[in-house]
C-alpha cells in the first residue's frame, strides 16, 4: 500500500514502512492541490506539524486509512473530519517528551542568562561582560500551565535544581501533582506566584489565548516559556509585555504561524529568545517518534488495532490476541441481528459473558456497530461506528457478566427498537471457530458465512423438503443446516441454512406462501472479517 510522509522523519520510520512492503512516498512541503493529488491514492499518512490535515484533504484521500502523528500536537489535523472518514488518526504521545522538557530547560537558562544575546555580541567581536546580569533559578518558584507528559518532565527537572513548583491543569489529579512535589493552584495564582512560567498544554479552543496582556500583568516580572503550541500565548501581548518591562524575558520555540513570518513582534524583541520550533528535534526523539508512528501505520493497514489512535479504540498490544477473533464474530452477529430484524434500530446492546467479559471490550464493541450499520450500507468502519450511532441518536450500551453457561465466552449482539428487539448471540469453537449459537432465543450451531437462509417454520412433517425443493428450483444449493425447536413438536422451529447462492426475492416469496413458514429471510455475510 502507499504511505505518504509530508513532513521529514527519521530514515528509521521509512524503513519500517518499506520493511512491511509498503511503498513509500516522500512530499515534503507540498500543500494545496498538490497535496490532495499526492493524498489521493494514499492508504497512510504520515505528518509532524508542518502539514495541514485539513477536512478537505479526508475529502480528496478516498482510500486513507490512517494519519500518523510523528509527534505529540495533533491541532494541525481535523480530528473530526477524520472520524467522519472513518480515517484513523494516530500520535506518538511518548518518544519527545524528554526532547521537549530539555529544550524548555535550555530556553529557560537561555532567557534568565541571556546566552544567545551575549553569544551573538562576542561572536561579534564584543566581549560585554558587564552588561548581562542573570537569574538563578535555585529558590525560585516555577509554574507549570499544564501538567501532562512534558510538563510533569519539566517539573521534575527544575525541582532538582531547587525551584519551587506550583501547576495549573484542571484535568490532572492533586495525588499525582503532590508524587511530582507540585502544588495545584488557580490559574491566577500560577501566574502570581511564578518567576519562571512555563506553558505545557495543547492548542484547544479553551487554551487558545488563554495567556494575554492581563495575564501577564499578574506575572508581574520573570520569565515567560513557551514550548508547547503558539497561540496558547498571545504573542503581541508577550512581546509588548517584555518591550515594556512587565517581564523580564521570555523563550519561545512555537508560533502561531509556522514558518514564523519576519514582522512577528516577538523577533524583534531583545529580551524575547526564539528557535523555530526545535523541541522535538533531537535524533533519540525523531528515531522514536518515527518509528513509533510507523508501527501504528504497518499495524493499521493490516487491519490491527492501533496503540494510540485518538478516534478509534485503541488495545493494549498484549491483550490484542485474546479479544482479536471477537471482533469479526462481533461483527458478524451485528450484520445477522440486523438483518432479521423488522424494526427501526434505536438500541443495540453488546453482550459479554464469560472470559471476554474480562477483557477491554471497546474495540470488540464498535465493531459490533459496523455489522449492525454495514447492512444498512452506511459508509461505516469501527473509527466512525460509535460516532455515526450517537449521530443517529440510536443508544449503545455494554452488558458483562462472568458466566457464560455452558461456553467459556459469548458475544451476544441485540438490536431494538424501544418496543421489541431481536439477540443474535455467537462465540469461537476451540478458540478461533466463529459460531452462532443463539438466534432470537433458539439454539442453533450455525456457521456464519456467505449467503445463508433463516426460516422460521411450524415444526410440521415436510417443510424442510419443501424449503429445500423451492430453493432447488432457483438452482440455489444448500451447504449445510441447522434446525431449532423452541417448544414441543408441532410448536415453532427455526432452520439457519447455509447456501452457495443468493436467494431470489421471488423465491422468499414462494416460501412464504407456504402456510407452514411464517418468515423467511435471506442473510449475506459477504465482506464480513468471519
Ligand atoms: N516544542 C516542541 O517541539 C514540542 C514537543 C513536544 C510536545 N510539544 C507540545 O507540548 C504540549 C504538551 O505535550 P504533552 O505531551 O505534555 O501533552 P499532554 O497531553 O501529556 O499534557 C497536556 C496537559 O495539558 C493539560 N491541559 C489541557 N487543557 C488545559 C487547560 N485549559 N489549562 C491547563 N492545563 C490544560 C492536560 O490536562 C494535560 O495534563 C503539546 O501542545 C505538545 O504539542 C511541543
Ligand atoms: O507536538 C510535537 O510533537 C512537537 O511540537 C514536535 O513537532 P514537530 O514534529 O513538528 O517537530
Given at each position: 500500500m502507499k504511505v505518504l510522509v509530508t513532513d521529514p522523519i527519521a530514515d528509521a520510520g521509512l524503513d519500517r514502512l518499506r520493511e512491511a512492503g509498503h511503498e513509500v512516498v516522500t512530499a515534503y512541503d507540498v500543500e494545496g492541490d498538490d497535496l490532495f493529488d499526492a493524498v489521493s491514492d494514499a492508504h497512510g499518512l504520515i505528518v509532524r506539524s508542518g502539514t495541514d490535515v485539513s477536512a478537505e484533504l479526508f475529502e480528496a484521500a478516498?482510500?486513507?486509512v490512517i494519519v500518523g502523528r510523528a509527534g505529540i500536537g495533533v491541532d494541525n489535523i481535523d480530528i473530526e473530519a477524520a472520524t467522519d472518514h472513518g480515517v484513523i488518526v494516530a500520535n506518538a504521545?511518548?518518544?519527545n517528551v524528554r526532547a521537549a522538557a530539555e529544550h524548555t530547560v535550555a530556553m529557560a537558562f537561555a532567557a534568565a542568562r541571556s546566552i544567545p544575546q551575549a553569544h551573538v555580541r562576542l561572536k561579534d567581536?564584543?566581549?560585554?561582560?558587564?552588561d548581562y546580569l542573570g537569574t538563578e533559578v535555585n529558590g525560585k518558584t516555577l509554574g507549570v500551565v499544564g501538567l501532562g507528559r512534558v510538563g510533569q518532565e519539566v517539573a521534575k527537572k527544575f525541582d532538582s535544581l531547587g525551584m519551587d513548583i506550583v501547576a495549573f491543569d484542571p484535568y490532572i489529579g492533586e495525588e499525582r501533582a503532590t508524587q511530582l512535589g507540585a502544588e495545584l493552584v488557580e490559574f491566577d495564582e500560577c501566574m502570581e506566584q511564578a518567576d519562571f512560567l512555563t506553558v505545557h498544554t495543547p492548542l484547544t479552543p479553551e487554551t487558545e489565548g488563554m495567556i494575554s496582556t492581563d495575564e501577564l500583568e499578574l506575572m508581574g516580572g520573570g520569565y515567560l516559556v513557551n514550548c508547547a503550541r503558539g497561540g496558547v500565548v498571545d504573542e503581541a501581548a508577550l512581546a509588548t509585555a517584555v518591550e515594556e518591562g512587565v517581564l523580564d524575558g521570555a523563550a519561545v520555540d512555537v508560533f502561531a504561524e509556522e514558518p514564523v513570518s519576519p514582522d512577528n513582534p516577538l523577533l524583534s524583541v531583545e529580551n524575547v529568545v526564539v528557535t523555530?520550533?526545535?523541541?522535538?528535534?533531537t535524533s533519540a526523539a525523531q528515531e522514536n517518534v518515527a518509528t513509533s508512528t510507523a508501527d501504528q501505520v504497518v499495524a493499521a493497514l493490516a487491519g490491527e488495532p492501533v496503540m494510540n489512535a485518538l478516534n478509534a479504540p485503541s488495545v493494549d498490544e498484549s491483550a490484542f490476541p485474546r479479544i482479536e477473533p471477537y471482533i469479526g464474530l462481533a461483527e458478524t452477529a451485528g450484520r445477522i441481528a440486523t438483518q432479521l430484524f423488522d424494526g427501526r434500530v434505536s438500541e443495540i446492546e453488546v453482550v459479554y459473558e464469560g472470559d471476554?467479559?474480562?477483557?477491554?471490550?471497546d474495540l470488540i464493541t464498535a465493531s459490533a456497530l459496523k455489522g449492525v450499520f454495514t447492512p444498512l450500507e452506511w459508509q461505516v468502519n469501527a473509527v466512525n461506528a460509535p460516532r455515526m450511532a450517537e449521530e443517529r441518536g440510536i443508544d449503545v450500551s455494554e452488558t458483562k457478566t462472568m458466566q457464560a453457561e455452558d461456553f467459556q465466552s459469548l458475544v451476544t449482539v441485540r438490536v431494538g427498537d424501544g418496543e421489541d428487539s431481536l439477540a443474535v448471540c455467537g462465540t469461537l469453537f476451540a478458540g478461533e471457530d466463529p459460531r452462532i449459537v443463539r438466534i432470537d432465543g433458539y439454539r442453533v450451531d450455525a456457521i456464519p458465512h456467505g449467503h445463508m437462509l433463516v426460516a422460521r417454520n411450524y415444526d410440521k412433517p415436510g417443510v424442510i423438503g419443501f424449503i429445500g425443493t423451492v430453493l432447488g428450483e432457483v438452482d440455489v444449493n444448500i451447504a449445510g443446516m441447522f434446525n431449532a425447536r423452541r417448544a414441543a413438536p408441532g410448536g415453532e422451529a427455526l432452520t439457519v441454512y447455509n447456501l452457495d447462492d443468493e436467494v431470489p426475492e421471488d423465491t422468499l416469496q414462494k416460501l412464504l406462501e407456504d402456510d407452514r413458514l411464517i418468515e423467511a429471510k435471506y442473510i449475506t455475510l459477504n465482506g464480513t472479517v468471519e
Open positions: 478516498e482510500e486513507l504521545p511518548e518518544g567581536g564584543e566581549w560585554a561582560k558587564g523555530p520550533h526545535l523541541g522535538a528535534s471476554i467479559a474480562e477483557e477491554g471490550v
